[in-house]
């Protein structure tokens, strides 16, 4: 059993911060690869962020690249997703996944990902 919850998401203007955290309960001892995605409302979610079990190797979707970081710490099972100079068009739900260990971590099909979280909204007014 693998559960994953995110929290930190709120009601923000353009050009704000906020830090995401997602918190893995279960499997733990997996080394998961993390990922973050995003959905807007009328629209599929799409990859925003993902990171390897050591956190050596990352990867951004161009949208996010020099705004959004993605860290972890395995000691507290927690992936986080640091959001910098927010912009209305990151207003989504953003969702944490997991995928196993294995594979490219590059890949931003969410067929990748076996675990999701529930989500959490960021809205981001103008």
């Known amino acids: 059993q693998v559960q994953l919850v995110e929290s930190g998401g709120g009601l923000v203007q353009t050009g704000d911060s906020l830090r995401l955290s997602c918190v893995v309960s279960g499997r733990t001892f997996s080394r998961f690869t993390m990922g973050w995605f995003r959905q807007a409302p009328g629209k599929e979610r799409e990859f925003v962020a993902a990171i390897t079990w050591s956190g050596v190797n990352t990867y951004y979707a161009d949208s996010v690249k020099g705004r959004f970081t993605i860290s972890r710490d395995n000691a507290k099972n927690t992936v986080y997703l640091q959001m910098n100079s927010l912009k209305p068009e990151d207003t989504a739900v953003y969702h944490c996944?997991?995928?196993?260990?294995?594979?490219?971590?590059?890949?931003?099909?969410?067929?990748?990902?076996?675990?999701w979280g529930q989500g959490t909204q960021v809205t981001v007014s103008s």
């Open positions: 996944a997991a995928r196993y260990y294995g594979g490219d971590y590059r890949a931003v099909s969410l067929s990748d990902y076996a675990y």
